[in-house]
């Protein structure tokens, strides 16, 4: 006997907003995700999420979105070192099916267009593999990556470290591998990135998808 995979969405609304849509009125969700380590697709889980909104051009700080997540395993010294989160601090947390549903909850009651992340692959294959554990095939998992946007209006920029974008761009710098700060940060960067394109003549969501086309990752597994 086999067992079906049935699927789950994320509620993001990409497909039903109008092309001819300005910028400043999207609603985006900037996301970041902690593990156990970089092997997610294998024996790594997710530890925390985190996620804020982007509403007409500005970051809704107040409306932070943080979760920790059961691994169902012991979190390595390392990654106790690098992020502060402890096996204690996520004991009685929800475990990672019920954290993602809280999440797309979150997402969907924000209107969102899509999710925005820096390196966003690696939070969006957590995040996957999360699911796939589960037999689950995560569909209409739309987002746009802080990186690619840079390399679309500054190419010359050879960094992947986020905070170095951050000082470089002049925006906020908050506490590092955490979830919250770290979504913080790339929400404060995308924000920059986003007036940079719109100086640059920019200014809709169609010209947002065609400027970024080849880069934006729809996940369906």
Known sequence: MFLLRKNVSCPIRYET?????????????VFDTETTGFQVSASDRII??????VKGLQVQEKDLFQTYVNPNRQISREIKELTSITDEQVKDAPYALEAIQSFFEYVESREAVCLVGHYVSFDALAIKSECKREK????????IDTLDLMGYIAPSFDMRDLERYAMAFGTRIYERHRAGGDALMTAYLFVELLFQFQQRGYQTWGELI????????????
């Open 17 to 29: 907003i109008p092309l001819s849509t300005p910028l400043e009125d999207l609603n985006f969700i």
């Open 48 to 53: 925390e999420i985190g996620a804020v909104p």
């Open 136 to 143: 689950l095939v995560l569909k209409n998992f739309l987002t």
């Open 210 to 221: 065609k400027a970024t086309d080849s880069q934006m990752r729809s996940l369906h597994y």
